[in-house]
């Protein structure tokens, strides 16, 4: 509960920087050094698979850490809540996108339905797939909303994006949006710009080969992230 009361205000202040191991990746070593990674960089948040080794792990040896755990199965993150997850997060669809595939509006929506019915008083976050045009991802997000979705995440899927799609969400949903995908610490100021109230990093953190490049690309990342909130 009181993990809840620090997320909702982290959101509310726009200050939260969540880190990203990935969807699916259950290398428990690498993983662990992702988690390790935030925490030495001071982010307050990380989002690993669902794995119930690694997030027992996190919640024994990175008690400050707000853990979400990541999943297209609704039965492994009803799993991960009784593992002790503090935000169940239904995607992201990178691994369907890599397979050629796709996903549609009325998929998600079902699939929130089944969520939000047994995740019972946990948060839910849920992605906004990026390849449907702007237009349907506003209208699933309000949906997703009135459904009873606690956090949206906005999938950015280009390097050279203005994040138009988190934009038209920020104004049409009254709960918290989170956006991810192509972002690192030279990018903070634009994608806070849309109005989201959270940042998702994975890839310029995995793509570093030493634990100490990783530290040092979340602290940058945190560091703009203050700098920019005391701006507003």
Not at 60 to 65: G, S
Not at 95 to 124: H, N, P, Q, W
Request: hydrophobic share 45%.
């Amino acid at each position: 509960m009181i993990k809840k009361f620090q997320l909702k205000k982290m959101l509310e202040e726009k200050s939260l920087l969540k880190i990203i191991s990935g969807m699916e990746n259950f290398n428990t070593e690498n993983v662990r050094k992702v988690v390790n990674a935030a925490n030495l960089g001071f982010a307050q948040a990380v989002d690993i698979s669902a794995d119930s080794e690694n997030i027992e792990w996190v919640k024994e040896n990175h008690t400050r850490l707000i853990t979400f755990v990541s999943s297209l199965s609704i039965s492994m993150l009803i799993e991960a809540k009784a593992w002790g997850a503090d935000v169940l997060e239904l995607g992201n669809f990178d691994a369907v996108y890599a397979k050629g595939k796709s996903v549609s509006k009325d998929e998600v929506i079902e699939l929130t339905r089944e969520l939000r019915a047994l995740a019972g008083d946990t948060m839910i976050c849920i992605t906004v797939p990026g390849n449907l045009p702007i237009e349907d991802q506003v209208d699933l997000s309000i949906q997703l909303q009135a459904i009873g979705a606690d956090i949206l995440q906005v999938e950015n899927l280009t390097h050279e994006s203005e994040y138009e799609n988190a934009k038209a969400i920020v104004k049409a949903v009254q709960i918290p949006v989170l956006l991810s995908g192509k972002i690192d610490s030279s990018k903070i100021e634009k994608a806070l710009a849309t109005g989201v109230n959270a940042i998702g990093i994975g890839h310029a953190i995995n793509s570093k080969l030493d634990l100490p490049s990783m530290v040092e690309e979340i602290k940058e990342s945190m560091k703009a992230m203050k700098s920019i909130k005391a701006t507003f």
